[in-house]
């Protein structure tokens, strides 16, 4: 038995794995708000559960090459030795949020995949998994021998490049505001609001929305918060984009994080594929890559249950 851990910018959620398998009926979701720091949450789990455990495989959604490990969407922030010890695990292994999402991969079945677009995986290529949450996670997964080789990465945090007349005037109002403007900065939960505001000042008006309304009223049609996740999707798609030809992900590109399962049919449709293709010299190598998104209830903690055995991960 070993404690597991997806931890993002609002939420950490927790659960058994028994035996390198996800223990489904024992995952909870906590407030990481509720919780001054790490140990806290886990006591308040294990407690719950009325569980001891030796060993842990926890996913955070920042950088964890460092021996401080500090939240980059929260307050949580703790040494890993230490954390060790208070936790009294005799191993504790730490990954990026996107490192876990990415090793779920080959885990997860089919029924959790919706293609979107077409395009055929080349075996044992590189893969690469993105996706917006409270921040936006980008990762690559190279196949080595018979495990996956994990590469994770902070390419959320990469400049934002536009392309059309609309993106270069969306991109000047957010420089005002912000001065660097990177994808996470649009691809993310206040992401979306501030491409809203963004295109509502360009409208000539001055409106404001929390990102779970704009989605709402985007998929009964206003007009305002439409063009807004229609944009959205659209960026997302060039984002991957670039993505996939930096790490070469000739194995797929995955879309993961909290905010596109919530309209699968909406990014489906949207010019998400279309913006994914669009380049000068690489259109054929780009078509050729097959797109889909992950709508399995929890990618992470399947992923870091996978972390658990591979010995890339130490």
Known sequence: MALVADIGGTNARFALSLGGRLQTDSVEVLACNDYENLDHAVSHYLTDKQVTVDHAC???????????????????????????????????????????????????????????????????????????????????????????????????????????????????????????????????GSGIERLYEAHSMLSGQTQTLKNHEITAQALIGETLCRQTLLHFCELLGRAASNAALTTGAQGGVYIAGGIIPRFPEFFAQSDFRTSFDLNDKMVDYLTAIPTSLIIHDNPGLTGACEALGNPFIY
């Not at 044992?124 to 190279?142: E, N, R």
């Not at 270069?168 to 001065?179: P, T």
């Open 58 to 188: 926890m996913a955070f959604a920042c950088p964890v090459s460092s021996q401080t490990i500090k939240m980059t969407n929260n307050h949580w922030a703790f040494d890993k030795s230490e954390m060790k010890d208070t936790l009294k695990l005799q191993s504790f292994k730490v990954i990026n949020d996107f490192t876990a999402q990415a090793l779920a991969l080959s885990a997860l079945p089919e029924s959790a995949l919706v293609r979107v677009g077409k395009g055929t995986a080349i075996e044992g290529a590189t893969k690469l998994i993105i996706g917006p949450g409270t921040g936006l996670g980008v990762a690559a997964l190279k196949k080595a021998g018979e495990h996956w080789l994990p590469l994770p990465g902070e390419g959320g945090h990469a400049a934002f490049s536009p392309i059309s007349s609309m993106d270069n005037e969306i991109l000047g109002i957010l420089q005002q505001k912000m001065g660097y403007v990177s994808w996470e900065s649009v691809l993310c």
